[in-house]
């Protein structure tokens, strides 16, 4: 199994410019989420789906769209990228009843 | 503001060594779980502990917490050079819910060989 992976790894992008980030699964786990991390803090949420269809917002949601079309997707868009948007997102999923979540490897976004 | 907050920021020991990480977090839980994350990596899970649990050992790992002063601590006992990495202290976000997990801002190990 692949685990969680995360498309692409690095990407530099435009003020203004918008992208589309991709996590995939391959552990038919119900729940998703994206976090991002800025140096010297910890993971802070940004969005999360608890099944296909569905997503909710995070503790910092502003600027950022998610979608769950597949289970086994999690899209984290960006419609206008900001400087301040520039960080390492990660995703994460996990099982039903489970309490562990499992990381992709992470995106690093730099905005100019 | 974070839930968790991990102390020190940065520790710097010898090979061989032990290390002692702090978390102290503010709202009740049902549990705790510690992350570790590598260099230019993502997080992966080291141990869980429950409110109901005082101690919990997994291999050179050794968690413990008091949900009376809402702190843990981990222990990693004979430290080599390859557990040079972050730490992340993780609590759920809503008290009772698991669905969502803050996370401190990390201890930065460095394990000298």
């Known amino acids: 199994n692949a685990g969680v992976t995360q498309t692409p790894k690095f990407r530099v992008l435009k003020t203004g410019q918008s992208m589309t980030l991709l996590c995939a699964q391959d552990?038919?786990?119900?729940?998703m989420y994206w976090y991002r991390q800025d140096p010297g803090m910890g993971l802070r949420l940004i969005h999360y789906s608890v099944g296909e269809g569905t997503t909710a917002k995070g503790e910092v949601p502003d600027g950022y769209n998610v979608s769950r079309l597949k289970k086994q997707n999690f899209l984290l868009g960006l419609e206008s990228a900001a400087p301040s948007q520039t960080s390492v997102y990660f995703c994460?999923?996990?099982?039903?009843?489970?309490?562990?979540?499992?990381f992709g490897p992470g995106t690093r976004l730099l905005v100019l | 503001s974070q839930q968790g907050e991990e102390d020190p920021q940065a520790l710097s020991i010898q090979e061989g060594e032990n290390a002692t990480m702090n978390c102290s977090y503010k709202?009740?839980?049902?549990?705790l779980q510690w992350y570790r994350q590598n260099s230019g990596r993502g997080l992966v899970h080291l141990i869980l502990?429950?409110?109901?649990?005082r101690e919990k050992h997994s291999g050179r790992l050794r968690v413990t917490l008091d949900t009376s002063k809402k702190s843990s601590s981990l222990l990693i006992t004979a430290s080599r050079a390859a557990d040079t990495a972050s730490y992340f202290c993780a609590t759920p976000r809503h008290s009772g819910s698991a669905r969502q997990l803050t996370f401190g801002s990390g201890t930065q190990l460095t394990v000298l060989p």
């Open positions: 994460a999923s996990r099982d039903v009843g489970q309490e562990t979540q499992y």
């Open positions: 552990m038919n786990h119900e729940y």
């Open positions: 502990i429950r409110s109901n649990e």
């Open positions: 709202t009740s839980i049902n549990n």
